[in-house]
């Protein structure tokens, strides 16, 4: 038998451990339930964004504007503004060294490096002190270079000229965004009046055809994916078929995201080509490449690779809007002559920009006082 006195005393021990645990106890119970309240406003956000079945595509934007002002390069342009602040208050020998190397870090190129660097080294010392001037000759030269392959209006306003059923082959690896701007293509192109059909290509991912589907939904337009059929070329030659019996006025045709070093899977595209040209008695009106703008060298090799398989007759860059080598855009104008049609600067189905390139340079820059081509 214990006395009273330790009765008492082991009584006080377990309240205290009791009191000790709830204590601990208290700021977890305080985190879940902020947590749970937390979880709960952000599905509530996420709703309210999200692109609705019903949504009426002629509403206001939702987007932010200055990313449709800035043409998605509001990094890039902070990573521009850097450079040459840097270049023209360091009066060491060095300093076009230095240049160089941070021109090769925007994704320029080494051709569009070298060209930069050898105008801007013939300018007089005073000149090469002037931020603007700098600017206004870099802009120059830039403006130059882009105009080595103009897309023209036609193509970025979704005009067929009574090519009807225009159509157009959308490819790119894994990762870069093509479905989703596939979506942004579908939408621009309803928003221009014409009647679209999106057709799902990519037989090889699982998910593929069903994330297509969403995005048509959202942007109002009709979406095609044959049951049972695996072959991406037999969906093509379907939906060129089906394009052309209905008076669809633009297709859009995605393909399998592929890695451009496979040889099976290149070759497959050239099937999924020959399919559609046999099916419209002519080559497809169009060929989009889908580029991340932030995969530097590899982005251009994925180009050129895309180039020498089939007849690409443009680039829409993606993920401008994270990315601060917007440069990428003169890289494959200036060496691959292909133009640049659209650029991605967001998540929104909006946010799709037709490629510019007096804005553009503007934009890279940060606003110079002259544009003009040499």
Same mark, same amino acid.
């Given at each position: ?265 290149? #070759? ?39 180039? #020498? ?66």
């Amino acid at each position: 038998m214990i006395s009273v006195t330790e009765h008492w005393l082991l009584v006080g021990i377990v309240a205290v451990f009791i009191v000790i645990f709830l204590l601990m106890l208290i700021p977890i119970l305080r985190s879940s339930f902020s947590l749970k309240n937390n979880n709960s406003s952000s599905s509530a956000v996420v709703l309210e964004r999200e692109p609705s079945d019903y949504i009426d595509v002629g509403s206001p934007s939702r987007t932010e504007k200055p990313k449709k002002e800035t043409m998605g390069l509001s990094k890039t342009q902070e990573f521009f503004k850097a450079v040459l602040h840097k270049f023209v208050n360091t009066a060491d020998e060095t300093r076009f060294e230095h240049l160089e190397q941070e021109l090769y870090l925007g994704d320029l190129g080494p051709k569009v490096v070298e060209h930069l660097i050898s105008v801007l080294q013939k300018l007089p010392i005073s000149q090469q002190q002037s931020l603007e001037t700098i600017k206004s000759v870099l802009a120059r030269e830039l403006l130059g270079m882009l105009s080595g392959a103009v897309a023209g209006a036609q193509v970025q306003d979704f005009q067929t000229d009574g090519e009807n059923p225009y159509v157009c082959l959308v490819v790119g690896i894994n990762g870069v965004g093509k479905t989703t701007t596939i979506g942004k293509l579908a939408y621009a192109a309803r928003k221009a009046g014409r009647k679209v059909l999106v057709a799902a290509g990519d037989t090889f991912r699982a998910a593929a055809a069903e994330q297509l589907s969403v995005w048509s939904q959202r942007a109002h337009v009709d979406f095609f994916s044959p049951p049972q059929v695996k072959d991406p070329a037999a969906v093509a030659f379907q939906a060129v078929e089906k394009a052309k019996r209905e008076g669809y006025d633009y297709l859009l045709i995605d393909t399998a995201g592929r890695l451009h070093g496979s040889h099976n899977l290149m #070759e497959e595209l050239k099937k999924i080509y020959r399919s559609v040209t046999k099916a419209l008695g002519k080559n497809p009106h169009q060929v989009f490449v889908v580029l991340d703008a932030s995969g530097g060298q590899n982005g251009i090799i994925q180009v050129q690779k895309f180039k #020498e398989t089939i007849p690409v007759t443009g680039v829409i860059l993606t993920k401008m809007d994270g990315s601060s080598k917007g440069g990428m855009a003169v890289h494959i104008v200036n060496d691959l002559k292909i133009p640049v049609l659209w650029l991605g600067v967001g998540e929104s189905i909006e946010d799709l920009v037709p490629f510019d390139s007096n804005r553009f340079v503007r934009s890279l820059l940060g606003g110079v006082d002259s544009v003009s081509p040499s």
